[in-house]
């Protein structure tokens, strides 16, 4: 049973165990009071203010700026200042943000997950990476493995902390009433198999041929080489479409594609890939670029974009066997070539 358990009493009893444990632990309770402020100014939407348009002015790698995703990095920001930390980098900001050199971690985030989907009262989230920060070392330069915790919040009808300090993965929802977050679910796990996918299925005629491939495979269902029906979902909000694949499976699929700045995806590695991979595989299931692991992935820039495909694990693995089957046909038939010449 969970009804006892608090966000605080879990928070302290993970604290205890090394001063490490606990510089993350304080971060991990700066994110939660934060995230309770945003809940209620998503919660008034407009009453407060919130039109969820754009001010005018673009984040770090040239997407628009709305007004709730200013207000969210600013309240996140001032529940920050009270952690001892190396250094943060937020999606909001063109650079890292120096601190202390001597602490022990530093900090990623994405304040606001979904931001397009406030004019439609849509689910959006707050997402967050917790890492170790070592003295006289470029911070947020190694893999995703070396993440000591990491969580996201889903404002939806429930306020919900999704958190992993690298020991399975526990969820916890905000009681509204007496502003505390309570455990309601422990030791996730993903199933291995699936019957759901989301992607943005317009995308189709600029996807590569093995992403093509499995989603023809899906939509054929029982007749198709998965002899499985599948049901699509896509709601445009990482956030909730983890969230829904750590309750239920699924897969999720933002490839990279043709287009124009798609090339290599177009999710951000450093605080919304590597986080969300970090909860997936710490709940059971498995996260890749469609080719490789996310986690082993270091950022070259602190806001590198990556495809991302994660969910559960044999249904990830069959879409990375679809790639590299395809690959080394491709490779084959070079060779052939070659050798004809």
């Keep these: 049973m969970t009804e006892h358990r608090t966000l605080t009493w879990y928070l302290e009893r993970n604290a205890k165990r090394d001063p490490l444990r606990a510089a993350t632990v304080e971060a991990v309770r700066a ?18 203010g919130v039109s969820g348009k754009n001010v005018g002015l673009e ?45 022990p971690i530093s900090i990623a ?6 931001s397009s989907n406030i004019e439609t009262n849509m689910t959006v989230g707050t997402i967050f990476s ?4 070592t003295p006289g070392l470029q911070p947020f330069t190694g893999p995703g493995t070396e993440q000591l915790a990491a969580g996201f919040v889903v404002y939806g009808p429930q306020t919900s902390l999704i958190l992993t300090l690298g020991d ?23 199933p291995v198999d699936c019957a759901e996918y989301a992607i943005n299925a317009s995308n189709v005629r600029h996807w590569e ?16 080489p998965l002899r499985k029906d599948f049901n699509m979902r896509w709601i445009a ?25 798609y090339a290599n995806g177009r999710l951000r590695l450093l605080y919304e890939a590597h986080p969300m991979a970090f909860i997936v595989e710490q709940a059971g299931g498995k996260a890749s670029t469609g ?19 994660m969910g559960s694990a044999n249904t990830v693995r069959h879409v990375e066997r679809l790639h590299h089957n395809r690959e080394r046909v491709a490779s084959s038939a070079f060779r052939a070539r070659t050798l004809v010449r």
């Excluded at 917790?130 to 920060?133: D, G, K, R, T």
């Excluded at 399975?168 to 993903?190: A, E, H, N, P």
């Excluded at 499995?214 to 939509?219: E, G, Q």
């Excluded at 082993?296 to 602190?302: E, F, G, H, V, Y």
Aim: hydrophobic fraction near 40%; charged fraction near 30%.
């Design 31 to 48: 994110f939660c009071s934060a995230s309770i402020e945003i809940s209620d100014l998503i919660g008034q939407g407009a009453l407060a």
């Design 59 to 103: 984040n770090a790698d040239g997407d628009d700026q709305k007004d709730l995703d200013v207000k969210c990095d600013s309240i996140i920001r001032r529940h920050l200042a009270s952690v001892h930390y190396g250094a943060v980098i937020s999606e909001e900001c063109v650079l890292a943000e120096s601190a202390d050199d001597e602490a």
């Design 130 to 133: 917790i890492l170790p920060n």
């Design 168 to 190: 399975g993965v526990d969820i916890f929802t905000l009681d509204r009433k007496s502003r505390i977050y309570k455990l309601v679910r422990d030791r996730v796990q993903i």
């Design 209 to 224: 041929p093995p992403v093509q491939e499995f989603i023809r495979a899906c939509t054929a269902g029982m007749e198709g």
């Design 109 to 114: 985030y994405d304040p606001l997950d979904g």
């Design 237 to 261: 909000s990482l956030v909730a479409e983890t969230y829904r694949i750590l309750i239920r499976g699924g897969i999720f699929l933002y490839p990279s594609d043709a287009r124009k700045k």
């Design 291 to 309: 080719r490789s692991s996310i986690l082993d992935l270091a950022p070259r820039s602190l806001h590198q974009r990556t495809p991302l495909v």
